[in-house]
């Protein structure tokens, strides 16, 4: 076995994105891609070298061969240990698990998360930081530096590990060891979850249960918690054998994609509790028999109801919401008397405030929910704190949706998608909206005023970083907005998302058609960024 330094040219196009670098699989295979960027992580992360870093991936095409290529440089570039998911087996809540319980340095989890995957889909790799969470800004940043000032890079010339073998192996000086995916964070989940009640319930048949792993990583997660430690039954747990193409499928949590699951919770005789998960494991969506809970309700939901939960019955430090992220959780948090913080599109961005106790809660409109247990957002985890909370206040989700709503009110809530739509077409609109900006104010649309409307910037309260340009925001004197960001998690053209939301207290209109009582924002949005001129579009081409 010998070291072998490997002359290269830099691509210019590894800028991480809102989540790790993501690229069609074809261009991730081309001579080098793969191992310049992961050179360019070891380069811009030396507190790496002769200590843990944590490996896994959603189990897609490529994983496997990605996985020999990352141990091999691993070993060349001074690793001490690497914490291996059998099979290269690791969903994005587990790996950031597994970093914090075995005190790592960091992670490399290889996923392009919902998008679908294959020879002819997407693939992906992120780097997550010692605490657990996604590289931050600044990390991101100096990655994209290194991968474009390489020259080399690091590889050994040892023959593939098998790794499926749990255990221990040596690397050149590198220690591997592969562990079983599922253990370390089904005990983590065991501590924050009244299992025994859930188990109860279920065996009583008064709590029906029914997940989505999408053929996707939490297949064995599911198996392993729902089944074998809560007594769901086997049959209730779909699409649990990960496979690389995801069956031909979007492992996207969602009406549009998980349609099996919303066929079933919306069928005669469906189950109290209806869920799914996306690629990579950190993605959920939640259904009631008969009814959808958006992620910004879902998210709201969980902070009303936290006390249901042990690991939360001592209160939560405060709740925050990615900006696009309807402001129902802001209702609960001023109600309780907690922080509620806004942050940019990402979950990096919830990282400083989970560190330094500022939060418990957060979540994000794009079906990502999770707390201070790990840093990173978790789908089987907001599928168990429902399953608490059911169990506990023995209602279905519609009753306790309707509640919720007489409470605090409803947040009508909807994200229309742009996709594929060219980039500089994009782009334009996005810079003809802002040069608006400071006209808007005051404008009246109807019944509805805009009482201003900004390109959103962050400071961070702990760093003091600032990140600007997160999406432009139109803010209307009722509360209702409309935000327009591109995305970042796209990997062919651009992909314009349009939020929408009003906000009702009226309890004879809490039962209203979303896309009815959404539509006078959508035709003002039309008015104002003259989205189908920019994009060639009559209408979006996926609604959640
Ligand atoms: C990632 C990020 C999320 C973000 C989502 C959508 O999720 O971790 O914070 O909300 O992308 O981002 P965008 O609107 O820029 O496409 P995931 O599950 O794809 O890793």
């Known amino acids: 076995m010998t070291i072998q330094r490997t002359e290269t040219r830099p691509f210019d196009d590894q800028k991480p994105g809102t989540s790790g670098l993501r690229k069609k699989t074809a261009h991730f295979r081309q001579p080098h891609y793969l191992e310049n960027f992961i050179q360019?992580?070891?380069?811009?992360?030396?507190?790496?070298?002769?200590?843990?870093?944590?490996?896994?991936?959603?189990?897609?095409?490529?994983?496997?061969?990605?996985?020999?290529?990352?141990?091999?440089?691993a070993a060349a570039n001074g690793i001490g240990k690497v914490l291996l998911g059998r099979g290269g087996l690791l969903s994005t809540?587990?790996?950031?698990?597994?970093?914090?319980?075995?005190?790592?340095?960091?992670g490399i989890i290889l996923s392009a998360s919902h998008n679908p995957g294959g020879a002819e889909g997407d693939f992906g790799v992120k780097y997550n930081?010692?605490?657990?969470?996604?590289?931050?800004?600044?990390?991101?940043?100096s990655i994209y530096w290194h991968a474009r000032n390489l020259t080399t890079y690091a590889i050994?010339?040892?023959?593939?590990?098998?790794?499926?073998?749990?255990?221990?192996?040596?690397?050149?000086?590198?220690?591997?060891?592969?562990?079983?995916?599922?253990?370390?964070?089904?005990?983590?989940?065991?501590?924050?979850?009244?299992?025994?009640?859930?188990?109860?319930?279920?065996?009583?048949?008064?709590?029906?249960?029914?997940?989505?792993?999408?053929?996707?990583?939490?297949?064995?997660?599911?198996?392993?918690?729902?089944?074998?430690?809560?007594?769901?039954?086997?049959?209730?747990l779909i699409h649990c054998q990960p496979l690389e193409d995801f069956g031909g499928a979007h492992p996207d949590p969602n009406?549009?994609?998980?349609?099996?699951?919303?066929?079933?919770?919306?069928?005669?005789?469906?189950?109290?509790?209806?869920?799914?998960?996306?690629?990579?494991?950190?993605?959920?969506?939640?259904?009631?028999?008969?009814c959808f809970v958006t992620p910004s309700d879902s998210l709201a939901l969980l902070a009303?109801?936290?006390?249901?939960?042990?690991?939360?019955?001592?209160?939560?430090?405060?709740?925050a919401r990615s900006m696009p992220t309807s402001q129902a959780v802001d209702m609960v948090a001023r109600q309780a008397g907690l922080p509620c913080y806004e942050t940019p599109t990402g979950w990096k961005f919830f990282g400083n405030l989970l560190d330094a106790d500022k939060i418990t809660l957060c979540g994000e409109e794009s079906f990502g929910t999770g707390s201070s247990h790990i840093r990173e957002k978790d789908g089987i985890w907001a599928v168990l704190f429902w399953l608490n909370i059911l169990a506990s206040r023995q209602q279905p989700v519609r009753e306790l949706l309707d509640q919720h709503w007489r409470r605090y009110g409803r947040h009508y809530y909807s994200r229309h998608d742009y996709e594929g739509i060219a980039k500089e077409r994009a782009q334009t609109l996005m810079t003809e909206l802002r040069a608006q900006l400071s006209q808007l104010a005051g404008r009246r649309f109807g019944e509805l005023v805009l009482a201003g409307a900004d390109d959103f910037s962050y400071?961070?309260?702990?760093?003091?970083?600032?990140?600007?340009?997160?999406?432009?925001?139109?803010?209307?004197?009722?509360?209702?907005?409309?935000?327009?960001?591109?995305?970042?998690?796209?990997?062919?053209?651009?992909?314009?998302?349009?939020?929408?939301?009003?906000?009702?207290n009226d309890q004879a209109r809490l039962h209203?058609?979303?896309?009815?009582?959404?539509?006078?924002?959508?035709?003002?949005?039309?008015?104002?960024?003259?989205?189908?001129?920019?994009?060639?579009?009559?209408?979006?081409?996926?609604?959640?």
Not at 93 to 106: E, F, N, Q, V
Not at 229 to 236: Q, S
Not at 517 to 525: E, G, H, K, S
């Open 156 to 236: 050994s010339d040892a023959a593939d590990l098998n790794i499926d073998q749990p255990g221990l192996q040596q690397l050149e000086t590198m220690t591997v060891e592969i562990v079983d995916p599922v253990t370390d964070y089904a005990a983590l989940m065991e501590e924050l979850f009244d299992f025994d009640l859930i188990r109860d319930r279920i065996a009583q048949k008064k709590l029906r249960f029914c997940f989505d792993a999408m053929h996707a990583v939490t297949g064995p997660y599911a198996v392993e918690i729902f089944h074998h430690r809560l007594g769901v039954a086997r049959e209730a």
């Open 40 to 73: 360019a992580v070891f380069n811009a992360a030396p507190e790496l070298r002769g200590q843990t870093l944590v490996l896994g991936g959603d189990g897609r095409f490529y994983n496997r061969q990605a996985i020999q290529v990352i141990l091999k440089m």
């Open 93 to 106: 809540p587990a790996a950031s698990c597994l970093i914090r319980k075995h005190g790592a340095a960091g």
């Open 459 to 504: 400071t961070d309260p702990v760093d003091r970083s600032v990140s600007q340009h997160q999406g432009i925001r139109l803010l209307f004197e009722d509360g209702s907005r409309i935000v327009f960001r591109l995305s970042g998690t796209g990997t062919e053209g651009a992909t314009l998302r349009l939020y929408l939301e009003r906000y009702q």
């Open 512 to 544: 209203d058609d979303t896309q009815q009582t959404l539509a006078p924002l959508a035709a003002i949005a039309e008015q104002v960024a003259h989205i189908q001129h920019h994009t060639g579009r009559t209408g979006p081409d996926v609604i959640t």
């Open 304 to 319: 009303a109801n936290a006390q249901c939960a042990p690991g939360y019955r001592e209160g939560l430090r405060g709740v």
């Open 255 to 290: 009406l549009a994609h998980a349609k099996h699951l919303v066929a079933i919770m919306q069928g005669a005789g469906a189950p109290d509790l209806g869920a799914a998960s996306d690629g990579d494991g950190d993605r959920n969506m939640i259904m009631g028999a008969g």
């Open 129 to 141: 930081i010692a605490n657990g969470g996604p590289a931050p800004e600044k990390v991101t940043e």
